[in-house]
């Protein structure tokens, strides 16, 4: 039986050199797979934008959309930690709105934490929400929802004065009291240095073996997202591929009248059909 993963199992963990995994998910059915297989904690990405609606960047994502997927993924989660995406502007106006809108992920949609991307700019509001006892994980480096300051989707921290400023912002998360850090398209070496400075688990996307855990979105560790595929994804599986074929067998079966065969049918009794008219 696998052991319920909590906010302290992630400091535990560290401190025990032990690894982290993390994978996203969207929905029920695959919340509850990712569960049975033992992952450590699931991320309600913002992601989900893009893997599941179909919108070019996350930056479309509501506050409505990710509590919707999020209540569908805890209904199916015994014992990750279930980690809602603050999505664009859920957190960016006051610190009364991200309290609010943090607020809804634990009460409404049974997340157990939630994460928010930024760096010195963010640390009244995750002081804010700690205080008020939700849990909060930062998310440094490449920042998806500040794809338009950043000017597109690069690797953070490749200059002295970036990576200085990194480990200098993930310190100062620590300080406002995260239980984690994402690092994302960060090169190893930095992240490794950070891993080794901060008390708190780092979790790597793009960012190396070093961290203390890793995520990947579960759409491209199954190899069914047929858009952007970073450098540092790897795909495990091609049920993208499983999918089509399927879906191809299907269609000629139904074509050729081979499905549904005798054994998917349901019979009646023929005294019954003789009294039909």
Known sequence: MNKKFTVKSFQNAKNKGDKISMLTAYDYT??????TAGVNSILVGDSLGM????????????????????????RGVENALIIGDMPFLSYHISIEDTI???????????????????????????????AAKIPVVGHLG??????????????????????QHIIDEARALEEAGVFAIVLECVPSALAKIITEKI???????????????QVLVIQDVLGMYQGLQPKFVKRYKETGQDIIEATKAYINE??????????????????????LY
């Open 30 to 35: 695959t919340a509850q797979l990712l569960d």
């Open 51 to 74: 893997t599941m609606l179909g919108y070019e960047t996350t930056l479309e994502v509501t506050m409505d959309d990710m509590i919707h997927h999020t209540k569908a993924v805890s």
């Open 100 to 130: 609010r809108n943090a607020g809804r992920f634990i009460k409404e949609a049974g997340a157990h934490a939630v994460k928010l991307e930024g760096g010195f700019e963010m640390v009244d509001k995750i002081k804010a929400l700690v």
């Open 142 to 163: 490449l920042t998806p929802q500040s794809v338009n300051m950043l000017g597109g989707f690069k690797v953070q921290g490749k200059s002295e004065a970036q990576a």
């Open 199 to 213: 008390g708190v688990p780092t979790i790597g996307i793009g960012a190396g073996k070093d961290c203390d855990g």
């Open 254 to 275: 139904i074509n050729e009248g081979s499905f549904p065969a005798e054994e998917h049918t349901f019979g009646i009794k023929d005294e019954i059909l003789e009294k």
